[in-house]
């Protein structure tokens, strides 16, 4: 696949997220998908990837995601997003940056890297 059709599936799968849509999100990846939390904590499957999100998503209102900045090559997207929203159990207004490397094989995402900062998360969610 080229890197444009690689970017093309980023943009859907985030916008299907974005709309809270996660029975779509498994169209986008490869049966064998895996998830990475953070470095070394693995979530195999799209089930274990939307249990997740699901629990921190579920928690917060008039939340947005948009992605930023993309960069593709080879095998490999990097988005940039900024995730801005309330914490609905504290009332705190959220606003963090995410770095995602996505990896596809056969035009699906087969894995999925998230990088962010949970402390400054925390922080702001006031539960740290």
Known sequence: MSTDTNKAVVSAFYAALERG??????????????????VDTPKPGIEGFIASEKSFFDECVDWKMPIHHMVAE??????????????????????????FLLTFENGKIIEKRAHFDPLEIGQQMGVQ
């Open 21 to 38: 849509d996660f029975a779509a999100l498994g169209q986008y990846c490869h049966k064998d998908f895996i998830f990475y939390s953070q």
């Open 74 to 99: 080879g095998d490999k997207v990097a988005a940039y997003l900024v995730f801005e929203g309330t914490y609905a159990p504290t009332g705190k207004h959220l606003r963090f940056s995410l770095l």
